[in-house]
């Protein structure tokens, strides 16, 4: 396997790979599904978070990682708390959107103190640590491919806020789940694209 597909490999997983987002998405899906069923949110709910912890069950019968699928079950507990208070199945959307909130905020602020966090998050599986700051050009696409991640996660944000305002749940689901998968895959084969054209990186001899 060549090094670029080896980097290629180790930015998509760190960024959440494909079982990452089984895990944290198809509970989303069983969801909407079963609202859409039988119109009853306490069983929707219930279905998303048994699938949740199926999932995590899973993934420890086959000693695979349990990051994605724990984390899968822990936001799927919050996404029904929200829900389930409030007695309005459009709320399920509202950790989704803060957690987009959160991490287009991150992303920016890193951009702009000059610590873009595609390096703090690649650079050490990549094998240069931090030694990336002490080499502009690899700083710089390291910020170019951040800016990448900063549009995905507001964009989610600029079309899904004002549906989940208008409280129309199948609309704000189905859009959620169009702008989930595909924008992250798009994200992080881009945010590889960009990467690789970087100049070598500057192992540390330790």
């Not at 990051?67 to 829900?83: D, M, P």
């Not at 309005?88 to 992303?107: E, H, M, Q």
Request: contains cysteine.
């Amino acid at each position: 396997m060549s090094e670029h597909n080896v980097d290629r490999d180790k930015v998509m997983q760190a960024l959440g790979g494909k079982k990452g987002l089984i895990d944290s998405g198809l509970p989303a899906v069983v969801f909407l599904i079963v609202f859409n069923l039988d119109k009853d949110l306490k069983n929707a709910l219930t279905s998303a978070v048994i699938l949740s912890a199926i999932l995590a069950i899973i993934r420890l019968a086959r000693k695979d990682t349990v990051q994605h699928a724990v984390s899968g079950v822990l936001g799927v507990l919050i996404c029904a708390y929200f829900a389930n208070k409030s007695g309005n199945a459009s709320d399920f959307y509202i950790p989704k959107l803060l957690t987009n909130l959160a991490y287009g905020s991150a992303y920016l602020i890193g951009n702009l103190v000059g610590w873009p966090l595609l390096g703090v998050v690649l650079g050490p599986l990549l094998g240069e640590n931090f030694l990336w700051r002490l080499d502009p050009a690899r700083k710089a696409i390291y910020i170019k491919a951040s800016w990448i991640w900063v549009a995905m996660f507001f964009a989610r944000i600029a079309v899904q806020y004002p549906i989940y305002r208008s409280g129309n749940v199948n609309l704000l689901g189905s859009v959620n789940l169009a702008m989930g998968y595909p924008l992250f895959f798009a994200a992080a084969y881009l945010s590889w694209l960009v990467i690789k054209t970087a100049p070598p990186v500057h192992k540390s001899e330790d």
